[in-house]
C-alpha cells in the first residue's frame, strides 16, 4: 500500500512539475492534457486520476509556483533586518522573481483570467500574501509601524502589491514599471511608521 502511494504521489508531482513547464513556456490556452501527459510520461488517464479539468492541474502548478516564489524570497530576506526594511526587500524580490516570463505569465498573466480573481487572490494569500500578513504583524509588535487591525491592513497592501504586479506584466518592460511602483511602496511603508521608527529612518 505504501508503495502504491508513493507512486500515486510520483505520479501527481510529474503532472504538476510537466505542467508548470508548459503553461509556464507557452500558457495555459495554448496546453492541453496531452501535452501535460507526454511532458510527464504518463498517461491521459493517469493526468485525470489526479485531477478533474486542465484548470485544477493549473491550479496546482499555480500553487507549486507560488510556494516556490514564497520559498525564495524567505531564503532572501533578513528576518534580523530592520522590519520596514524588511517588507521593503520581500515586495522588491516579489517583483524581480515575478520577471521571471514563465513566473509571470502563470501567476500574473493567466492566473487572474483561468482561476478568477476570487480564487486566484485566495492561492496567493497562501503564499506570499501570507509573508505581507506574517511581516506587518511582526512590525508592529516590533514597534516599527504603528499599531492597527491586521487583517484590513494586509488586504489593502497585498491587493496594491498584486495589482501592480499584474499591470507590470500587462506592460512591455516588466521591471522598468516595477520600479515605479516599489517607489509608491517605499512610500507607504515609510508612511506607516511608528512615530520613533520614523525619526530613525
Given at each position: 500500500?505504501?508503495?502504491q502511494?508513493?507512486?500515486?504521489?510520483?505520479?501527481?508531482?510529474?503532472?504538476?512539475a510537466?505542467?508548470?513547464?508548459?503553461?509556464?513556456?507557452?500558457?495555459?490556452?495554448?496546453?492541453?492534457?496531452?501535452?501535460?501527459?507526454?511532458?510527464?510520461?504518463?498517461?491521459?488517464?493517469?493526468?485525470?486520476?489526479?485531477?478533474?479539468?486542465?484548470?485544477?492541474?493549473f491550479?496546482?502548478?499555480?500553487?507549486?509556483?507560488?510556494?516556490?516564489?514564497?520559498?525564495?524570497?524567505?531564503?532572501?530576506?533578513?528576518?534580523?533586518?530592520?522590519m520596514?526594511?524588511?517588507?521593503?526587500?520581500?515586495?522588491?524580490?516579489?517583483?524581480?522573481?515575478?520577471?521571471?516570463?514563465?513566473?509571470?505569465?502563470i501567476?500574473?498573466?493567466?492566473?487572474?483570467?483561468v482561476?478568477?480573481?476570487?480564487?486566484?487572490?485566495?492561492?496567493?494569500?497562501?503564499?506570499?500574501?501570507?509573508?505581507?500578513?506574517?511581516?506587518?504583524?511582526?512590525a508592529m509588535?516590533?514597534?516599527?509601524?504603528?499599531?492597527?487591525?491586521l487583517?484590513?491592513?494586509?488586504?489593502?497592501?497585498?491587493?496594491?502589491i498584486q495589482a501592480?504586479?499584474?499591470?507590470?506584466?500587462?506592460?512591455?518592460?516588466?521591471?522598468?514599471?516595477?520600479?515605479?511602483y516599489?517607489?509608491?511602496?517605499?512610500?507607504?511603508?515609510?508612511?506607516?511608521?511608528?512615530?520613533?521608527?520614523?525619526?530613525?529612518?
Amino acid at each position: 500500500m505504501a508503495k502504491q502511494e508513493e507512486r500515486r504521489a510520483a505520479t501527481r508531482a510529474a503532472v504538476i512539475a510537466a505542467a508548470v513547464n508548459l503553461f509556464g513556456a507557452v500558457g495555459f490556452d495554448q496546453t492541453t492534457i496531452d501535452d501535460i501527459a507526454a511532458e510527464a510520461g504518463v498517461a491521459k488517464g493517469a493526468v485525470y486520476h489526479h485531477f478533474k479539468s486542465k484548470r485544477d492541474v493549473f491550479e496546482a502548478a499555480f500553487e507549486s509556483v507560488s510556494a516556490s516564489l514564497a520559498s525564495a524570497i524567505l531564503t532572501e530576506t533578513r528576518p534580523d533586518s530592520d522590519m520596514i526594511e524588511m517588507l521593503m526587500a520581500a515586495t522588491k524580490a516579489f517583483f524581480r522573481l515575478c520577471a521571471d516570463p514563465a513566473t509571470m505569465r502563470i501567476l500574473l498573466r493567466d492566473g487572474p483570467s483561468v482561476l478568477g480573481s476570487e480564487d486566484w487572490r485566495r492561492l496567493d494569500a497562501r503564499h506570499f500574501g501570507g509573508l505581507v500578513t506574517s511581516a506587518l504583524g511582526m512590525a508592529m509588535d516590533a514597534g516599527a509601524i504603528k499599531r492597527q487591525p491586521l487583517e484590513p491592513l494586509s488586504l489593502v497592501m497585498l491587493a496594491a502589491i498584486q495589482a501592480a504586479a499584474v499591470d507590470c506584466a500587462a506592460q512591455t518592460d516588466f521591471e522598468a514599471s516595477a520600479t515605479l511602483y516599489l517607489v509608491t511602496f517605499e512610500n507607504i511603508l515609510a508612511g506607516l511608521s511608528a512615530p520613533r521608527a520614523r525619526a530613525d529612518l
